[in-house]
């Protein structure tokens, strides 16, 4: 059974959501004419141009549905209007590394998440180490690469 959980992103995710569901869901009639079209050429058990179509209509419509699941569900949240001394979604954070080297990450919600733009989900390792802490707060974090240790030095709601 689906979850009815609230997925939390920023209203710049929120729009790229509906910005792909729109496109999408404009490919649709052109998808139906393209499997009308390879329809007319006969057999269909061995028309590659049928079958092509027909799996590339199943793409659409499975991302479709994804797309629209996520749109019900989202919790729009503005970093702006957020404040406090704890890590949140939304927040930027300023940490210094092991060699007390400062690294800047925004928590954002996955569809957003871009590491090299210094964008990290909630739901990463980092992420979630990060959630509720506060200035002078040390996090340690396993990834891939081995251990990490970071302190926090700023939150911001930006």
Known sequence: MATMEKVPMLAEGYERIAADLKA????????????????????LSEN?????AKERQGQIEAQIS?????ISRAQII?????????????ATVTLLDEDDKPVKYQ???????DAKKGRISYNSPLGRALITK???DEI???????????????IEFI
């Open 24 to 43: 999408l869901r404009a490919e649709r009639p052109k998808i139906v004419d393209a499997i009308e079209e390879a329809r007319a050429h006969g057999d």
């Open 48 to 52: 590659a141009e049928y079958h092509a």
């Open 66 to 70: 994804d797309l629209e699941d996520r």
């Open 78 to 90: 503005d970093p702006a209007t957020l404040s406090g001394d704890r890590i949140v979604f939304g």
């Open 107 to 113: 928590i954002v919600g996955q569809t957003e998440a």
């Open 134 to 136: 506060k200035v002078g």
């Open 140 to 154: 340690e974090v396993t990834v891939p690469s081995g251990d990490k240790f970071y302190l926090v030095e700023k």
